[in-house]
């Protein structure tokens, strides 16, 4: 059996490392549990879709700064609940399979 990983980086600096993830709408989810969070800094930034408010980070290499390059919905509705404590990333952060 051949197990595969997804490698989540950002500017050369790999900040997770999953089996497994949650896609929603197109965009895959990973579990906090599987991102380095120190690499993450909660900002102020928020948003609102139907699935609830969304929080976003700030990704933080050395002194890189992606501003609001991950997210998380906070408070999810009925329809969240799936993905409660995972992070989803932007399109131009690397997701690739190693």
């Not at 989540?8 to 599987?34: A, E, H, M, R």
């Not at 993450?40 to 700064?65: A, F, M, R, S, W």
């Not at 501003?67 to 690739?96: C, H, I, M, P």
Request: some cysteine.
């Amino acid at each position: 059996m051949v197990r595969v990983y997804w490698t989540i980086k950002w500017n050369g600096k790999k900040i997770g490392k999953s089996k497994d993830f949650v896609c929603i709408d197109g965009l895959k989810y990973f579990s906090k549990d599987d991102i380095d969070m120190q690499y993450l800094k909660e900002n102020d930034h928020q948003t609102e879709d139907d699935k609830g408010p969304i929080k976003y980070y700030d990704i933080v290499i050395n002194d890189e700064v992606y501003k609001n390059g991950a997210w998380y919905y906070a408070e999810y509705q009925t329809r969240a609940r799936d993905f409660k404590n995972y992070v989803g990333f932007a399109e131009d952060v690397d997701l690739s399979i190693v």
